[in-house]
C-alpha cells in the first residue's frame, strides 16, 4: 500500500500523556513486504531501514531490547539469528543492550539497568536516559502494549523490527524481519556512517549495560564504560525538578 | 521447531539478567528437585508481593519444586491473592478470567496435547477457594465430570483474602469476619466429597506443615492426571490477615488447624491406585539399576 504524504496520526516521540491512542485506530496502517512505516507513514524499506540507523546513530543512549522470540535458543532459525544481531549490534559505537526475557510482570522491583519489562517500560528508559531504541523479538501483543507505554511517557524514539506484520505504534518499523533484512540494516547503518552521518559516540561496539550487576554478582570482569560514554541527556521528558512538599489536604 | 526454549541463543547468555542466568546454570529445570535441596538451587520462584509471613506463599513454593518437569507445565491461575506470586514464577503462566480457570485449563491441555504429541504437558491450575469453589464451581465441577487430565490445586484460605474478607463457600460456618459481619450462613463446603462423586482419579487434603508431603503429594497429583484422569489437592493455606493470625504464629496455626480438621487425607480411584504403585514400582526398579 503507498500513502503518498498524507499522515493520519503523526506517531512520534512523546511524552504524549496518559493512555495515547492506538494508531491503528488513528488510520495508519500497517506497511507490506518491502515497505516500512516511519512515523505513520509508509515509505520504502531502505528508507525506513536508514531512518532508524540515523536514530540509533545520533540519539542518545541507544538501547536494543532483544525479546524471548530472539535471546532464547529456542529453534534453529533463532540460533543463527544471533549472529547477525550482534553484527547490527557493533555498527552502532556505544550501543548499549537490555534484555527483555519473559513478560512476567516482575514486582515488587526491577532492575532498570539489566532488564526491560513490558508492564513497566518506562522504568528502564528513564533510569537509563534512553532516547532511541529497538524492539526485536518481541510478540506481537505484548510490543502494542510497550511501544504505547513508550510512547506515553518517554521522549525516546522506538523503532520495531517485527518479525511479522511490523508495528503501526512505533515510530519506525518494517515487517518480515528476517535475517536477511538484519543484513540489509546493518548494511545501511554502515551506508549512513560513509554519507557523513556522525555518530553520537565515539569507538566501536557494545556498552555492557547492566555492567555492574554483571561485574559483581557474576564474578566476571566487565569494564565500566567511559563517563563520557554515559553523560545521559537533558530533554524534556527527564527535566522535571521533583516536587517537594506537596499539600496533601490541597484542593 | 525444537523443545529448548530454555536455553540463550549464541551470544545472549552475557547480556541475561543475573537471575536467568542462575536459572540456567543452576535452575529447576530438566531435573526433579528435592525440598532437602531448598536455599541451594535457584528456584522458579523467589521474589513476590503477598504478605509477609503469608502461608499461601510457602505453600506456592513448595508446588514449585514438586511439579515433576517444570520446562513443560503451564500454570492456570485467576483473580485472587496467589496469582500474585505465581505470575512472578519462572513457569509459564496464564491468567483465567475469575471463575474459567478449569475451562481455561481444559482448552490448554486439549491444545497441547494435540501439538506436542510425544512431550507430556502437565496443566495446573492454582487458584483460592472463592475462584474455584464459589465463582468458578461450574467449571471446576465439569472439568472433573469431563475427565479432563489436569491438576487443580485449591488455595484454601477460607477467605476471599484479596478483597479484603468476604466468606467463601469454604469458609467454616458462623466464621464473622471484616465483610461477614454477621458470620457466615452455611457448613464449609465439602470439595473432597464433590470431586470423588465426579470421578477425580486422586484427591487430597493437606496443611503446609510438611514440606516433602507437599512436594511430593503435587507430584504424585500432577503425574496420576497425566495418565489417569483429572486430580485435585484442597491445601489449607491461612490468610493471616483476614484471620488475624501473628506471623510468627501462622505455622502454629496450620498445626493446630491441621490436628483439628484439616489432617492429611488421600483418595485413590482403583485405576488411579493400580497406575501409581505400578509406577512407583517401575520408578524404585530404575533407582536401583542406576545404582
Ligand atoms: C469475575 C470477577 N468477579 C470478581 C472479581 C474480584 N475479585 C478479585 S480477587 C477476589 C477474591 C479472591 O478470593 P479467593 O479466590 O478465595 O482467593 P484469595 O484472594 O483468598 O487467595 C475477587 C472477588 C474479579 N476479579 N472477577
Ligand atoms: S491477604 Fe491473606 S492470603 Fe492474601 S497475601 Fe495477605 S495473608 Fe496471604
Aim: net charge negative; charged share 25%; aromatic share 8%.
Amino acid at each position: 500500500m503507498t500513502q503518498g504524504n498524507k499522515v493520519a496520526y503523526p506517531v512520534v516521540p512523546g511524552p504524549e500523556g496518559i493512555l495515547p491512542p492506538a494508531a491503528t485506530m488513528m488510520g495508519v496502517p500497517l506497511p507490506e513486504e518491502g515497505e516500512g512505516l516511519v512515523e505513520g507513514r509508509i515509505v520504502g524499506e531502505q528508507e525506513a531501514l536508514e531512518t532508524a540507523a540515523i536514530a540509533l546513530l545520533t540519539r542518545k543512549n541507544a538501547t536494543l531490547f532483544p525479546g524471548p522470540l530472539v535471546l532464547w535458543g529456542w529453534n534453529d532459525h533463532t540460533n543463527e539469528k544471533a549472529k547477525y544481531f550482534f553484527d547490527v549490534a557493533n555498527e552502532l559505537p556505544g550501543i548499549r543492550i537490555i534484555p527483555m526475557p519473559d513478560y512476567r510482570p516482575i514486582y515488587p522491583k526491577i532492575d532498570p539497568e539489566a532488564v526491560i519489562n513490558p508492564c513497566h517500560p518506562n522504568l528502564t528508559i528513564w533510569h537509563n536516559k534512553i532516547e532511541a531504541c529497538v524492539f526485536i523479538g518481541v510478540h506481537c501483543h505484548f510490543a502494542n502494549i510497550t511501544l504505547k507505554m513508550v510512547r506515553a511517557g518517554t521522549n525516546c524514539y522506538t523503532i520495531a523490527l517485527c518479525a511479522e506484520a511490523g508495528h503501526e505504534d512505533a515510530m519506525c518499523s518494517v515487517p518480515n524481519f528476517d535475517i536477511e533484512k538484519l543484513v540489509r540494516f546493518r548494511d545501511a547503518i554502515i551506508k549512513v556512517k560513509k554519507n557523513g552521518i556522525k555518530p553520537l559516540y565515539e569507538g566501536k561496539g557494545i556498552i555492557p549495560t547492566g555492567w555492574a550487576q554483571i561485574s559483581r554478582l557474576s564474578g566476571k570482569p566487565v569494564e565500566k564504560p567511559k563517563d563520557d560514554l554515559l553523560e545521559v541527556g537533558v530533554t524534556g521528558a527527564f527535566s522535571h525538578e521533583l516536587e517537594t512538599g506537596l499539600d496533601d489536604t490541597a484542593e | 521447531m525444537s523443545l529448548k526454549t530454555i536455553q540463550a541463543a549464541p551470544g545472549f547468555q552475557d547480556y541475561l539478567p543475573k537471575e536467568y542466568q542462575d536459572l540456567l546454570e543452576d535452575g529447576p529445570f530438566f531435573q526433579q528437585r528435592k525440598v532437602s535441596e531448598l536455599g541451594s538451587f535457584k528456584e522458579a520462584i523467589e521474589e513476590h508481593p503477598m504478605c509477609a509471613g503469608c502461608a499461601m506463599t510457602l505453600f506456592i513454593r513448595l508446588v514449585y519444586v514438586g511439579l515433576p518437569s517444570l520446562e513443560h507445565t503451564v500454570i492456570c491461575g485467576t483473580a485472587g491473592c496467589g496469582r500474585l506470586a505465581i505470575s512472578q514464577g519462572a513457569v509459564p503462566f496464564v491468567y483465567g478470567n475469575y471463575g474459567d480457570t478449569n475451562a481455561v485449563a481444559t482448552g490448554l491441555k486439549r491444545g497441547l496435547d494435540i501439538r506436542f504429541k510425544d512431550q507430556p504437558k502437565d496443566v495446573v491450575v492454582m487458584a483460592g477457594d472463592g475462584g474455584l469453589a464459589d465463582i468458578g464451581f461450574h467449571a471446576v465441577m465439569h472439568s472433573w465430570f469431563r475427565k479432563e487430565k489436569f491438576t487443580t490445586i485449591m488455595l484454601d484460605n477460607e477467605v476471599y483474602g484479596n478483597t479484603g474478607g468476604q466468606d467463601s463457600g469454604m469458609t467454616q460456618k458462623g466464621m464473622v469476619m471484616k465483610m461477614a459481619p454477621t458470620g457466615k450462613k452455611f457448613e464449609k463446603m465439602d470439595m473432597l466429597g464433590l470431586a470423588k462423586t465426579a470421578g477425580v482419579a486422586y484427591t487430597a487434603r493437606i496443611s503446609p506443615t510438611n514440606p516433602t508431603r507437599v512436594a511430593n503429594t503435587v507430584r504424585k497429583a500432577v503425574l496420576i492426571a497425566r495418565e489417569v484422569g483429572p486430580t485435585f489437592i484442597q491445601a489449607y493455606t491461612s490468610c493471616n490477615i483476614e484471620y488475624a493470625i501473628p506471623t510468627p504464629k501462622v505455622m502454629d496455626d496450620a498445626r493446630e488447624v491441621e490436628k483439628d480438621r484439616y489432617g492429611y487425607l488421600e483418595y485413590f480411584s482403583d485405576e488411579a491406585k493400580t497406575y501409581w504403585e505400578e509406577s512407583e514400582k517401575e520408578r524404585k526398579r530404575l533407582r536401583k539399576a542406576e545404582k
